[in-house]
């Protein structure tokens, strides 16, 4: 079956323009996440949706960063304006279900491949 | 605050010896820990997770780690390296009480010799 994909893979941006990035969840995955991976760091959180709903965006770095899922499954990361800082690779990921800590449980969070942006 | 840390960025090992990644966490509450594997131009795949269960977690690929409280540590293990396993290692906590959101360490690649 089908895993995460994203695109597109690679981007280049100038200063300043405006970029969206996609990404094509597992089919039926209710739970999606973005993250932001700069060169030689760790995945950063950026934000998560439950189907439709953005249900956390503290992991926004400004404003200038936007991100929808309008029917619950492609979802889309729009970055306005873009600085040099913005350069990094945005990795999305899905899971199954919503775990949650007060339930106990856990859902396997599958990640796809990342686009790399460079903004120059 | 930091909640992960991964010490050493960079380790080597030859092939058939014991791999050794550390990872120590800082967490109010009891913590869910990830080891995940990223190899170049792919996405990062699950290798194992503790989840309040058993300490010893063993994962894929003959990976394995333990889950020490009193060292607030969560080491990947594998007894004998092979050339495949190289690749960058992440450690990750989730700590939300309501999400799965993951917070990563800054990763350690490892090399495996011949």
């Known amino acids: 079956g089908a895993g995460v994909s994203q695109s597109p893979r690679y981007k280049v941006a100038k200063r300043g323009q405006d970029v969206a990035l996609r990404c094509d969840p597992i089919s039926g995955h209710v739970s999606l996440f973005w993250y932001q991976q700069a060169l030689g760091q760790g995945p950063e959180f950026l934000t998560y949706f439950q189907n439709e709903a953005q249900l956390d965006k503290s992991g926004l770095p400004s404003d200038r960063f936007f991100a929808e899922r309008p029917e619950g499954s492609v979802s889309t990361l729009k970055i306005q304006r873009t600085q040099q800082e913005d350069s990094a690779v945005y990795l999305c990921?899905?899971?199954?279900?919503?775990?949650?800590?007060?339930?106990?449980?856990?859902?396997?969070?599958?990640f796809g491949p990342g686009t790399r942006l460079t903004v120059l | 605050a930091q909640s992960v840390t991964q010490l050493g960025s960079h380790v080597s090992v030859s092939e058939g010896a014991l791999v050794l990644l550390r990872c120590n966490y800082s967490?109010?509450?009891?913590?869910?820990l990830f080891w995940y594997v990223q190899y170049p131009n792919q996405g990062l795949q699950l290798l194992l997770k503790?989840?309040?269960?058993?300490?010893l977690v063993k994962g894929i690929n003959g990976f394995e780690a333990e889950f020490k409280k009193s060292e607030t540590s969560f080491h990947l293990t594998k007894p004998s390296a092979h050339m495949s396993d190289a690749a960058e290692y992440f450690c990750?906590?989730?700590?939300?009480?309501?999400?799965?959101?993951?917070?990563f360490g800054t990763g350690t690649r490892l090399q495996v010799f011949p």
């Open positions: 990750a906590v989730s700590l939300s009480y309501n999400t799965d959101k993951l917070i």
């Open positions: 503790y989840t309040s269960a058993a300490t």
């Open positions: 967490s109010s509450v009891p913590p869910y």
């Open positions: 990921a899905s899971s199954p279900g919503v775990g949650t800590r007060a339930r106990n449980s856990y859902n396997e969070q599958f």
